[in-house]
């Protein structure tokens, strides 16, 4: 580490002199290469800091618990930043359950802030690539979520969360996931999700916005699901978003759970959401499935407004099962009909 640490000076050859000036005085960017331990540069890193990743591979598990930190890799691709699980997984992080974890404060209840991922692919991990729970103001950018049991990137009781540019793929439960959170503010722009059950899983938590993604080849595109709990589901904006051939077959794995599949985006109790201007094409199922279609509003989802949306070859564009009350579905576009 101390050679790691030493190498601070190195960033301007490194990643450039104009994002050494924009630092704050007291910043320091921090070189960690393949072979090296990320999570002791985490450790060693202030407020402020940058953890600089090279292309290569790392077998870690990372913990970040200080506010305003920056772990940055040069890519989510498979010549860029590799993070996979070491051999003998550490104690940190849950026994290592994800290959970067944010964690707030679990004994006095505050968050962690402020903090950054980019640049990283996580590959092959127990629940998730990249997780944060108990954190504010997270920024989950340009990464890849690959392959994990649960998650491909997921936030717990995090609020302020933005998931921008990345891509999940291969997970067993959910590519992008949000949830347990009240007013989380989230923002999930311009990603990418596939070969997942679900491609967005939005459990349990209210407010935010899904702008300009791609979710296709999932059992689900979008899941929006309330359960009994103190946070009601809801409050999002869904919009201008690409959710195609959502086809994939997912039996259920627990009692009494249904089996899913040929759905775009599933409201399952879910309430207040705005769901308007998205290109919603070919999901669709053979299968004996309790529900399923292009826009599926169930478990007494409620005033949700379904507008503007193009709905293409859905098996059916919308489908409810009339438990909920106030839902507004009005000017879609849909082929062959509504």
């Given at each position: 580490?101390?050679?790691?640490l030493?190498?601070?000076?190195?960033?301007?050859?490194?990643?450039?002199?104009?994002?050494?000036?924009?630092?704050?005085?007291?910043?320091?960017?921090?070189?960690?290469?393949?072979?090296?331990?990320?999570?002791?540069?985490?450790?060693?890193?202030?407020?402020?800091?940058?953890?600089?990743?090279?292309?290569?591979?790392?077998?870690?598990?990372?913990?970040?618990?200080?506010?305003?930190?920056?772990?940055?890799?040069?890519?989510?691709?498979?010549?860029?930043?590799i993070?996979?699980?070491?051999?003998?997984?550490?104690?940190?992080?849950?026994?290592?359950?994800?290959?970067?974890?944010?964690?707030?404060?679990?004994?006095?209840?505050?968050?962690?802030?402020?903090?950054t991922?980019?640049?990283?692919?996580?590959?092959?991990?127990?629940?998730?690539?990249?997780?944060?729970?108990?954190?504010?103001?997270?920024?989950?950018?340009?990464?890849?979520?690959?392959?994990?049991?649960e998650?491909?990137?997921?936030?717990?009781?995090?609020t302020?969360?933005?998931?921008?540019?990345?891509?999940?793929?291969?997970?067993?439960?959910?590519?992008?996931?949000?949830?347990?959170?009240?007013?989380?503010?989230?923002?999930?722009?311009?990603?990418?999700?596939?070969?997942?059950?679900?491609?967005?899983?939005?459990?349990?938590?209210?407010?935010g916005?899904v702008?300009?993604?791609?979710?296709?080849?999932?059992?689900?595109g979008?899941?929006?699901?309330?359960?009994?709990?103190?946070?009601?589901?809801?409050?999002?904006?869904?919009?201008?978003n690409?959710?195609?051939?959502?086809?994939?077959?997912?039996?259920?794995?627990?009692?009494?759970?249904?089996?899913?599949?040929?759905?775009?985006?599933?409201?399952?109790?879910?309430?207040?959401?705005?769901?308007?201007?998205?290109?919603?094409a070919?999901?669709?199922?053979?299968?004996?499935?309790?529900?399923?279609?292009?826009?599926?509003?169930?478990?007494?989802?409620?005033?949700?407004?379904?507008?503007?949306?193009?709905?293409?070859?859905?098996?059916?564009?919308?489908?409810?099962?009339?438990?909920?009350?106030?839902?507004?579905?009005?000017?879609?576009?849909c082929?062959?009909?509504?």
């Amino acid at each position: 580490m101390e050679r790691t640490l030493l190498r601070v000076m190195l960033v301007v050859g490194i990643i450039g002199a104009s994002f050494a000036v924009a630092l704050p005085a007291s910043a320091q960017v921090i070189v960690v290469l393949p072979g090296e331990s990320i999570h002791q540069a985490v450790k060693a890193a202030q407020p402020g800091d940058t953890i600089q990743l090279t292309a290569g591979v790392y077998e870690d598990v990372v913990a970040v618990k200080t506010n305003d930190i920056t772990i940055q890799g040069v890519g989510s691709d498979t010549n860029g930043t590799i993070l996979r699980p070491p051999a003998t997984l550490p104690g940190r992080c849950f026994r290592g359950i994800a290959g970067i974890c944010v964690l707030g404060n679990f004994q006095d209840g505050t968050p962690v802030d402020g903090v950054t991922i980019t640049g990283v692919r996580a590959e092959g991990f127990i629940a998730a690539g990249i997780i944060s729970i108990l954190t504010a103001n997270t920024t989950f950018e340009g990464n890849a979520g690959i392959g994990s049991q649960e998650y491909g990137l997921a936030a717990f009781e995090s609020t302020g969360v933005t998931m921008r540019n990345n891509i999940a793929s291969g997970n067993g439960l959910a590519g992008f996931y949000i949830g347990d959170t009240r007013r989380a503010r989230a923002v999930v722009e311009g990603n990418e999700s596939f070969d997942n059950t679900f491609g967005l899983f939005l459990r349990d938590v209210s407010l935010g916005g899904v702008t300009g993604n791609q979710f296709h080849d999932n059992c689900i595109g979008i899941l929006n699901l309330d359960t009994p709990g103190p946070v009601r589901a809801g409050r999002f904006t869904i919009a201008e978003n690409t959710i195609e051939h959502n086809n994939a077959f997912c039996r259920g794995q627990g009692r009494g759970e249904p089996s899913t599949g040929g759905s775009g985006i599933v409201i399952l109790g879910g309430r207040g959401n705005t769901i308007q201007d998205n290109v919603i094409a070919r999901n669709r199922t053979s299968r004996d499935i309790p529900f399923h279609g292009g826009v599926v509003l169930v478990e007494h989802a409620s005033n949700n407004t379904v507008t503007g949306n193009t709905l293409v070859r859905n098996r059916p564009n919308i489908f409810t099962d009339g438990s909920g009350s106030g839902n507004q579905v009005s000017g879609n576009t849909c082929t062959p009909g509504c």
